[in-house]
């Protein structure tokens, strides 16, 4: 599948405030999106997603923005608490296949 | 409610040796994935199975081979182990109505 990457390798911001990672993709056939959040030493774990015919879907302090334009993908997290801290993927569902392809992870360090 | 369960927890094993990881996922979910994660890497898809029937191929190594069972739980047999073996193994399961993956907590595969 046609590779993904996110720009900022570490995001670091403080207690309180929003965070915002980012993630560019290249395959425009893809109509899947998933963010997942990956702590130390364990497995991926769900965060939110959205369809190809969406721009926007909100959950739980966290907003999944979708531009297929310019194929941009953002996770939005308000009020970003400690345990936010983690590796933040985006992944989408490749052609053809079902299994989902991972984007480059993003470090966020949340500073109390 | 149940995850995704995969064992052994952590494995070291020396060149050439072999290994098998399995995975039991999700009561009720029909397609089981496998995926490797080299250290500060994203996951790479390694293979899949839907219905006991292997569904899709990635990047996983001819050394490697992988089978669901009739109880749908599976495994991940590693043969020739080499040092670039190393890495968190991790198993994901699913259901052919939604695209959303969950993942076990991983198998940490050490190769000395």
């Known amino acids: 599948g046609e590779s993904v990457g996110l720009h900022l390798p570490t995001l670091s911001v403080q207690e309180g405030d929003n965070s915002i990672i980012n993630c560019a993709y290249s395959?425009?056939?893809?109509?899947?999106f998933i963010w997942y959040k990956q702590e130390s030493g364990k497995g991926p774990q769900f965060i939110i997603d959205?369809?190809?015919?969406?721009d926007k879907r909100q959950g739980q302090r966290v907003t999944v923005l979708l531009n297929k334009t310019v194929k941009h993908l953002s996770l939005q997290i308000a009020a970003t608490q400690p345990g936010d801290s983690a590796v933040y993927f985006c992944?989408?569902?490749?052609?053809?296949?079902?299994?989902?392809?991972f984007g480059s992870g993003t470090r966020l360090q949340v500073q109390p | 409610a149940a995850g995704v369960i995969q064992s052994p927890r952590h494995l070291i094993k020396e060149k050439r040796e072999t290994a098998t990881l399995k995975c039991y996922p999700i009561?009720?979910?029909?397609?089981v994935y496998w995926y490797q994660q080299g250290p500060g890497q994203d996951p790479q898809f390694l293979i899949s199975?839907?219905?006991?029937?292997?569904?899709d191929k990635g990047s996983i190594p001819d050394r490697f081979s992988a089978q669901q069972f009739s109880d749908y739980h599976s495994e991940l047999n590693m043969s020739s182990l080499e040092l670039g073996d190393s890495a968190l193994y991790f198993c994901?399961?699913?259901?052919?109505?939604?695209?959303?993956?969950?993942f076990g907590s991983g198998t940490q595969l050490s190769v000395l």
């Open positions: 199975f839907y219905e006991k029937m292997q569904s």
């Open positions: 009561p009720r979910h029909d397609t």
């Open positions: 959205i369809r190809s015919n969406m």
């Open positions: 992944a989408w569902e490749d052609t053809g296949r079902r299994a989902l392809t």
């Open positions: 994901a399961s699913g259901s052919r109505l939604q695209e959303k993956l969950f």
């Open positions: 395959n425009s056939a893809s109509d899947y």
